[in-house]
């Protein structure tokens, strides 16, 4: 009876090994980070887009408001696609959409806007990307639904017809 | 005269790996323990994306506002999660990962024990 006992404990080693192996094996290997919501929205100082002026946080986001703060640039093929959506969204008399223009040169930003029309009611510059960093932001475009300076959802990639219903079902 | 020789090569292979341990900054460190998002499986310091060039002009300002390695690692995991840092805190999600080389290590020890001594 003794002897059996180690083939026994490899056998079930190797199954639970297995086992684990197999269920891995569904997992999507892509991480994306799911943190960052109902957290306090970040502080930070940045230069308003086309002039100098210094702005900070707590000056753009106020209580009591519903707030978009969408992250482009006009590199950004996938910021295209989402324009007609924005231009959309800027009649909501309700919303307020604040751009950060993530490490753009200034020329060709300007002229993003001029061909698409401009749906922001701000824009500040991200010029060496630390602001998204501090947004917890890590690519472009990314999308942030603000309520009384709180992060209450956000949207990874381009805003399409199903993130949009999410945006409608929020601001009802 | 040869003592001397080995004396000099000694000095000046522990000189110069002095020099290369210097030149490896606290930035380099860092940059090496973050996992670039964009491109998962690189670090923060192999990748070239802008994700990552970013992350490294904020760790710059971070040490020269003079914040302390660990204080910059629990910035990056607030915004970004545990998974950022290469080096895992020990928590219940990671328990089995620290305790499972332990773990073989005893039962490989059992096996040996088992083997030589118990059987004479």
Known sequence: ?172 | MKLIKYLVIIFFMFNLSFSIAQSKDLKTKIAKNLRCLICQGQSVHDSDSEFANSLKILIEKKIGEGESEKQIYDFFRDKYGEWILYDPIFNKKTYFLWLLPILMFMIGGAIIMKKFFIKK
Not at chain 1, 87 to 106: Q, S, T, V
């Open chain 1, 1 to 172: 009876m003794k002897f059996k006992f180690f083939p026994i404990t490899l056998f079930i080693f190797f199954i639970i090994v297995f086992s684990i192996f197999y269920k891995g094996l569904k997992n999507s290997n892509i991480y994306t980070p799911n943190l960052g919501l109902q957290k306090d929205i970040p502080f930070f100082e940045a230069t308003v887009f086309n002039s100098n002026k210094r702005v900070n946080s707590d000056e753009i986001f106020d209580h009591d408001q519903f707030y978009l703060m969408n992250i482009w640039a006009s590199w950004c093929a996938p910021c295209r696609e989402e324009h007609p959506f924005l231009m959309d969204l800027k009649k909501r008399e309700k919303l307020k959409i604040i751009g950060l223009n993530y490490k753009d040169k200034k020329r060709s930003a300007k002229n993003f806007l001029l061909e698409l029309k401009n749906p922001y009611d701000l824009i500040i510059s991200d010029n060496d990307g630390t602001i998204a960093i501090n947004w917890g932001a890590y690519g472009v475009p990314e999308t942030f639904i603000i309520y009384n300076r709180k992060i209450i959802d956000k949207i990874i990639g381009p805003i399409n017809d199903n993130t949009i219903l999410k945006i409608n079902e929020i601001l009802k």
